[in-house]
């Protein structure tokens, strides 16, 4: 079942701008993670953000979750041509030890103009 | 580096074949993943793992099954190859630590003609 839904689905826009991506779930979460991915390649894991977490950074990206809109965002400023790739949200509803797979949502596609 | 592989990149099987995807991780996880990876439905989960010998379905695992019979290597097992299985198959691990993501493999283009 789909959990995560990112919006846009696409996205262009020039080398130095900042990309704000969207994404909304539906079910209560134990995390949100946000990956990249570079045509035709496995997923990068950029960062995991918890439930009882509203922001975090990482180098260039910004992650935000507000759980009472069911709701993230990833933001990555001063885009690169590097950063033209695939992006999904995806959503752990367990947490611990145990074993759940996370539900990704149909990702953003990234295209950065140089 | 740590790293999950998968054994073939690309992959062509004839309909009604059995199909092996091999997957081997070096971190010691406890946690495997089968994923498949469709235009327009994203990824979806067929399969898991917590232990050895352990598995569970995940949301499509009709027409699959799993072994894991060593805790670094998890194998999705197609019983009889259909076209609808057609599909980028992305295998996955992960530590009992939930703070930490996915390590993903670098896929397997699987095309059933």
């Known amino acids: 079942s789909q959990q995560g839904e990112e919006d846009p689905q696409a996205l262009s826009i020039q080398e130095g701008e900042n990309a704000t991506m969207n994404c909304s779930y539906k079910?209560?979460?134990?995390?949100l993670q946000w990956y990249r991915q570079n045509s035709g390649r496995g997923l990068v894991h950029l960062i995991l953000i918890r439930s009882n977490e509203r922001e975090k950074h990482s180098g260039r990206l910004r992650v935000t979750l507000d759980t009472s809109k069911k709701s993230s965002s990833l933001l990555i400023t001063a885009s690169r041509a590097a950063d033209t790739a695939s992006y999904f949200c995806?959503?752990?509803?367990?947490?611990?030890?145990?074993?759940?797979?996370?539900?990704f949502g149909k990702g953003t596609h990234l295209i950065i103009q140089p | 580096d740590v790293k999950v592989t998968q054994s073939s990149r690309y992959l062509v099987k004839r309909t009604g074949e059995k199909v092996f995807l091999e997957c081997v991780q070096d971190m010691d996880h406890e946690n495997m993943f089968w994923y498949r990876q469709d235009p327009g439905l994203g990824l979806r989960l067929i399969y898991f793992s917590y232990d050895v010998k352990m598995k569970e379905k995940g949301d499509i695992p009709e027409g699959y099954s799993v072994s894991r019979e060593k805790k670094e290597r998890f194998s999705l097992i197609l019983e009889s190859a259909s076209t609808n299985q057609t599909s980028m198959y992305l295998c996955?691990?992960?530590?009992?630590?939930?703070?930490?993501?996915?390590?993903f493999g670098s896929g397997t283009r699987l095309t059933v003609v």
């Open positions: 079910t209560s979460i134990n995390n």
């Open positions: 996955a691990s992960r530590s009992h630590d939930s703070l930490y993501g996915y390590t």
């Open positions: 995806a959503t752990q509803t367990g947490g611990g030890g145990g074993a759940d797979g996370l539900t």
